[in-house]
């Protein structure tokens, strides 16, 4: 294994880090950024090699980062603080940018859970958080990456990718191909409900899977609500739909055994109780309408990015190994059919909670 205390260790030096350096190793389960631990005499740190292929605009995500994190710690919510360089700076400028927060300590992340207690705390502090960046000013963000979740731009990215089958590795997925390719008529209500204003544009966190909130360890609670890469402004629907693609899966998002994977309504249940408790002042009839449709919406819009990436020979998302991407893309399929099949259970059990 690479020796990643000797790999880092110039690098963290670089940082205002208390203490003296011990041990620097690889951690957490995200898909964009280089994650690191680092461990010194006095304290653990998160220090994170930031991914710019991904994101080309380091200085203006790292204002927009800085200013939410002031912003909710002003108001005396527990989130990410940003530990400046020796120099000052929130982040390291160079051949490649490094950043660095305090590791928020006795807290877990979860891949996948079935504790619906601890899935019903996240979706309420997803919708609190929803609720603070609700009084940050949206002029102050730059949009990170343009078209996040337009997903009928996200489905020509997918038709691009297959046309070109640089890899030639349609002909190992053309089932999923094929249902991708004919949902296309599904793909664009939320973007349409934007652009006509019949949905609310608001400032929202856009990524919001299970494992970018941290829970405490001891109570289960949500302590903060972390990756804050992609805060920019969006809909309700993304922040929702992402986090039922993710937790409300009776499995993790790369589990090889389809027969595993399945839609859990009663998880559904209980991230909507939370979500919807802390929104429940400010959602729109129309927003609390089309939850479920977020849901499906963000599952395969994430499935289609997953083959596209698979198609274009894995250059987005970090990969274990050959075929990771396929893997991932068959769950959120078998997950978006299993939506398709519960958007009436689903739309009744919304109604029920916003009563
Ligand atoms: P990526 O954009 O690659 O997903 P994240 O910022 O989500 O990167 O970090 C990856 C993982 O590292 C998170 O899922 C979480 O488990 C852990 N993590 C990140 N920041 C912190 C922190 N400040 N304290 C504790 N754990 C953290
Ligand atoms: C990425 O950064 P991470 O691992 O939390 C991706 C999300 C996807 C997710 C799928 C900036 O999230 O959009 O939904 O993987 N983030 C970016 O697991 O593309
Ligand atoms: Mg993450």
Redesign the pocket.
């Known amino acids: 294994m690479l020796d990643y205390l000797n790999e880092y260790k110039e690098i963290a030096d670089l940082f205002a880090l208390e203490g003296e350096t011990t041990d620097i190793r690889p951690y957490g389960?995200?898909?964009?950024?280089l994650t690191l631990l680092v461990t010194t005499t006095k304290k653990r740190y998160i220090m994170q090699k930031m991914?710019t292929r991904?994101?080309n605009d380091p200085d203006s995500l790292m204002k927009n980062i800085c200013g939410v994190t002031e912003h909710l710690a002003s108001r005396g919510i527990e989130t990410l603080n940003v530990v400046k360089t020796k120099k000052g700076e929130s982040f390291l400028k160079g051949e490649a940018c490094y950043r660095v927060y305090d590791f928020i300590e006795n807290t877990v992340t979860y891949q996948a859970v079935s504790d619906k207690e601890i899935f019903k705390n996240s979706g309420r502090a997803f919708g609190e958080f929803q609720n603070h960046l609700a009084t940050f000013d949206a002029s102050k963000l730059t949009e990170?990456?343009k078209r996040?979740h337009d997903t009928p731009k996200r489905f020509a990215d997918f038709k691009a990718a297959l046309l070109e089958d640089k890899f030639d590795r349609a002909k190992d997925c053309k089932e999923e191909i094929e249902f991708i390719l004919s949902h296309e008529d599904t793909y664009g209500i939320a973007m349409a409900g934007l652009q006509d204003g019949s949905l609310p544009l608001r400032v929202t966190h856009?990524?919001t899977?299970l494992?970018?909130i941290l829970m405490d360890a001891e109570t289960g609670k949500a302590r903060a609500v972390i990756?804050l890469?992609?805060i920019m402004p969006g809909s309700m629907l993304f922040d929702f739909g992402?986090s039922i693609?993710?937790g409300a899966s009776t499995a993790a998002?790369d589990e090889k055994d389809l027969s595993k994977v399945h839609f859990d309504i009663e998880l559904f249940r209980a991230y909507a109780e939370g979500y919807c408790g802390a929104v429940k002042d400010s959602i729109t009839e129309k927003e609390a309408e089309l939850l479920p449709y977020g849901a499906y919406l963000?599952t395969i819009?994430?499935g289609m990015?997953?083959l596209a990436d698979y198609l274009s020979g894995d250059t987005?998302?970090?990969t274990k190994y050959e075929g990771h991407n396929l893997v991932?893309c068959r769950t959120q399929i078998r997950l978006a059919s299993e939506m398709e099949e519960s958007f009436e259970t689903m739309k009744k059990i919304i109604a029920e909670i916003l009563a």
């Open positions: 389960e995200g898909h964009i950024n991914n991904v994101f990170t990456i996040f856009n990524d899977k494992n970018n990756d890469d992609t992402d693609r993710f998002e963000m819009e994430c990015r997953f987005y998302f970090a991932r």
